[in-house]
């Protein structure tokens, strides 16, 4: 992170009520040197998409690893289980004691039970973003795949595609590649793909965790807001990937979408390495031209300086298209693979765990689990499935249970969410500690609309209300899909076993 952003998000750390408690001093200049084999790293919150990951990499280093966390949920607890290192189920001062480095996922407060032993122990406390910029990514091409929506599965698609290319990439993804096991691949090659997240850091670090990944490549798919408990406002938010376009390496490679250039113009005219615009209209350098989908496979013609090409892949949808082009780019034009190689490697890209993830399947019903939960990409995965499947019928069980997705200022947006969908049954989150009561999501404004624009919509009070609502609701060549950005109470189980029960 240079000095500029440093201190841009120190200012909003000395503006926190409890700031004494946040600013801690450590020393990071012996990282880079440690021994793994003699190291242990205890990492806190252990079951987070990224803080499971890592571990997963630490322990190919060669470092002694535990972690503990209170909440465990697919698909980040069965990596955790895989790990076979000590797991501690609850929070306990002890769970530190004999670690070297303490590392403290962004969800832990600074009042957290084992960071206060870190504190009292005089153990390093470092973020997860630090962890992986001295552990793994000095010296490294490091492809950072950031904005609003499609990260995970674009993040995963770039990473499968260079290991089909045989370029042996590490790669660090905050989810699973469908049919693998990991959300990792360690090696010491030259490229590292990895998935940036926006949010805080961690308790004594307020910038985006991006900002700390060493970028040679960047890509920025989006840039809607979101993440509102830590932008005040989308202007906040623009600026981390404001920010992030000035640390890209100046001989390296910006790759943004077209709505991202529009918005993000003099930043990305400014930048002093090679950029490329991808979209759909004549605005991008890589222009889609034209798509077509069938049940199995979504194509598309693309257009680059007069030169046409085409690829396909398995996954629905324009903004699946979309993501696949600018993999494309990162594949051509940054790692210099031959075009029938990377588009060989998208078409075999079977897609990420939670991401339009076929459940249960039959003759008369077909049943999806996906992580979306921001209205936009509500809406373009149930375009993506309506292209897939033009005639039939789509019922969507969405649960509001992100931060952003619970605000009143996305209720008219989420009323235009669900256009692609027939049925909807949106189920009432529980107010928590850190909602505001007076800016709280009203379902019934959402059911109400959709209903007035012609949608069969309902609501209810819990995942488990969701069972008689199915068999009350569907028929034989429906289409059904849970979307929560978490484990929706695990009501995919249920859901799957009602639908055997039809077969």
């Known amino acids: 992170m240079n000095i500029q952003s440093a201190n841009y998000y120190k200012e909003w750390l000395l503006n926190e009520s409890d700031v004494t408690e946040r600013l801690i001093t450590r020393d990071l200049s012996h990282l880079s040197t440690l021994i793994p084999s003699e190291t242990r790293i205890h990492l806190i919150g252990i079951c987070g998409k990224g803080t499971a990951t890592l571990a997963g990499l630490l322990i190919e280093k060669g470092f002694k690893v535990t972690g503990s966390d209170s909440t465990f949920y697919p698909p980040m607890s069965h990596i955790v289980d895989a790990l076979g290192i000590p797991i ?21 407060p600074p009042d957290h039970l084992e960071v206060l032993a870190a504190k009292e122990k005089g153990i390093l406390q470092i973020s997860m973003s630090e962890a992986l910029e001295y552990f793994f990514l000095e010296g490294k091409k490091n492809i950072i795949v950031a904005g609003t929506h499609g990260k995970t599965t674009l993040t995963g698609m770039i990473s499968w595609m260079l290991t089909q290319a045989e370029m042996d990439p590490m790669y660090f993804i905050g989810g699973v590649i469908q049919g693998h096991k990991n959300s ?76 991202v250039h529009a918005l993000l113009k003099k930043e990305c005219e400014s930048f002093a390495g090679k950029l490329a615009v991808y979209g759909q209209t004549n605005a991008s350098s890589f222009n889609i031209i034209s798509t077509s989908f069938n049940e199995t496979t979504s194509t598309a013609v693309i257009d680059h300086d007069g030169a046409t090409d085409s690829f396909a892949i398995e996954l629905p949808g324009v903004f699946n298209l979309e993501n696949a082009l600018a993999a494309y780019i990162v594949g051509t034009i940054c790692c210099k693979v031959q075009p029938e190689t990377v588009k060989s490697g998208l078409a075999s890209f079977p897609g990420m765990e939670r991401r339009q993830e076929i459940v249960f399947e039959s003759e008369d019903y077909l049943f999806l689990d996906d992580f979306a939960h921001h209205p936009t990409a509500v809406r373009v995965t149930l375009e993506g499935i309506r292209s897939r499947f033009p005639e039939r019928r789509i019922v969507c069980l969405f649960e509001p249970r992100s931060s952003t997705s619970r605000k009143k200022i996305f209720e008219e947006p989420y009323s235009k969410s669900f256009n692609a969908a027939d049925v909807v049954c949106i189920c009432a989150p529980a107010l928590r500690d850190n909602d505001d009561p007076n800016d709280f999501v009203n379902i019934k404004h959402i059911t109400d609309l959709l209903n007035a624009s012609g949608k069969h919509a309902f609501s209810c009070t819990s995942p488990a209300d969701l069972i008689p609502f199915l068999e009350t609701n569907i028929k034989p060549g429906d289409i059904i899909i849970t979307m929560s950005n978490a484990s929706f109470d695990n009501v995919q189980e249920k859901i799957k076993t009602l639908l055997e029960s039809k077969k």
């Not at 404001?242 to 943004?256: A, C, M, N």
Request: hydrophobic share 35%; net charge negative.
């Open 184 to 259: 990792h691949r360690f090696s010491n090659g030259t490229y590292t793909v990895l998935e940036g997240d926006e949010y805080d850091t961690a308790y004594f670090d307020k910038g985006p965790k991006f900002l700390h990944y060493l970028p040679w490549c960047t890509i920025i798919t989006s840039c809607e807001y979101d993440h509102v408990l830590m932008y005040p406002s989308f202007e906040e938010y623009q600026q981390a990937f404001r920010f992030l376009i000035d640390e890209t390496d100046p001989e390296g490679f910006l790759i943004v979408h077209e709505s």
């Open 88 to 108: 501690f189920r609850t929070y306990d001062a002890k769970n530190v004691e004999g670690a070297d480095i303490v590392m403290v996922a962004n969800v832990c």
